[in-house]
Each structure stands twice: as C-alpha cells, then as structure tokens.
C-alpha cells in the first residue's frame, strides 16, 4: 500500500527559482492538503483542496501555488523560490474534509540557498 | 483562535515505564482530536482518532483520553519500550471548519 507519496524527497533550489512539489494518493480520498514544518513552528497548512476542483488557502499562502489535477493528484508550485520556504513540506489526504483521519507522505526537504 | 499545546516539549524514560503525553487546547468546540507519531526524517504516522463526543480511544498499548470541557487530551502507552521513541503529536479539528491544529509535539527518548 503507498498511501500518500510526495517527490522529489530532497531539492536544492537558488533564491528565484521556480519548483514543483507532486503527491499523489491512492486511498481514493477527496480531501487533500499542504502543510509545512518548520523548527519552533509545528506543522502549518499552506494550502488544502477539500474535493477534486477545489482548492483554498490555508494560514501560510503567500509564495505558493496549488493545482488538483484530479482525484488522486495535488501539486505545490513554487514560483520564485525564497530562503524563508526552506522547510519540510508534507501533503496529507483524507477521506472526506470534514471527518476521518489524516494520513501524511513521508515529506520532501527543500532548502533554498 | 485554536491554540494547542503540548508540555513538555521532550521526555526521556527507561524501558517498560508507562508514558503519559499531554495535549491542551484553547477552544473546547471541536469535532474530533487525533494523535500521530512522528520518527526522525520521516512523515506523520495517525495512531488514534477521538471524536468530540468520546471519552477515550485504545489501540493495544495506546490509550487516549479526551475531556472536552477542560481542553486536555492525554495519550498513555504501556510498558514503552525502545521502539516507542519518537515525536507524538495531537491536532485538533475545530467544530466548525475542517483545518487542524497541531500542537508542538512531545520527542520521547525510552533507554533500554
């Protein structure tokens, strides 16, 4: 079972390039999200798509874009990279938005230099 | 706004000492409570998942508590053993609203 999965694990970026983060879930789930974790800051949502066709902020939008490709697909786009992204980054899913647990990928460690 | 916290911030016990893990949150209007744990350089793994209107949740030598109107859950883990170690963090679901909150987390430390 792969569950949630987020490539690439690590990227190295220079200050103005763009990226994209790609996860992909294979729980047939509806709801999706980005979260980043940061060192004395927790985990906290960048943005979430809670059905195919949606997508919303969450508390740390700025820099970020998000595309639902569909069902299963949920890409973070970073248009011009900046040293205060550099982070762990985790996308989760859930069955539905608003019930049920969340089941995380394993993370993908962008440093931007 | 939805604060949760989690004191004390790191733990270290020997092997086959029980762990006791506290979660505290601000607004008691929540929908459900959920522990993960969380190993070094890896991904958040759900351990347990309480509803608003449970008292407690169990999974083999996983127990949580959740009272509601004090705004304190408690994950207890039996006999820990070395394996055990690992950052455990609870989120809250607020009542209204699907975004969780995670608190800090907890890095427990179980020495053979």
């Known amino acids: 079972n792969a569950g949630v999965t987020q490539t690439p694990k690590f990227q190295v970026l220079k200050t103005g390039q763009s990226m994209t983060l790609q996860c992909a879930q294979d729980?047939?789930?509806?709801?999706m999200y980005w979260y980043r974790q940061d060192p004395g800051m927790g985990l906290r949502l960048i943005y979430y798509?809670?059905?195919?066709?949606?997508?919303d902020k969450g508390e740390v939008p700025n820099g970020y874009n998000v595309s639902r490709l569909n069902k299963r697909e949920f890409s973070l786009r970073l248009e011009s990279a900046a040293p205060s992204q550099t982070s762990v980054y985790f996308c989760?899913?859930?069955?539905?938005?608003?019930?049920?647990?969340?089941?995380f990928g394993e993370g993908s460690r962008l440093t931007v230099l | 706004k939805q604060e949760v916290t989690q004191i004390p911030a790191a733990l270290s016990v020997p092997e086959g000492e029980n762990l006791v893990l506290n979660c505290s949150f601000t607004d008691s209007a929540i929908y459900n409570l959920q522990w993960f744990r969380q190993d070094p350089g890896k991904g958040l793994t759900s351990l347990l998942l309480?509803?608003?209107?449970?008292r407690e949740q169990t999974s083999g030598r996983l127990n949580a508590s959740l009272d509601k109107s004090s705004g304190r859950s408690t994950l207890y883990i039996a006999a820990s053993q070395p394996g055990d170690s690992a950052t455990y963090l609870c989120?809250?679901?607020?009542?209204?609203?699907?975004?969780?909150?995670f608190g800090g987390g907890t890095r427990v430390l179980v020495k053979p």
């Open positions: 798509s809670a059905s195919e066709g949606t997508t």
């Open positions: 989120a809250v679901r607020p009542a209204a609203g699907n975004k969780l909150t």
């Open positions: 989760a899913s859930r069955r539905l938005a608003n019930t049920g647990e969340l089941f």
């Open positions: 309480i509803q608003s209107s449970q």
């Open positions: 729980m047939n789930h509806n709801s």
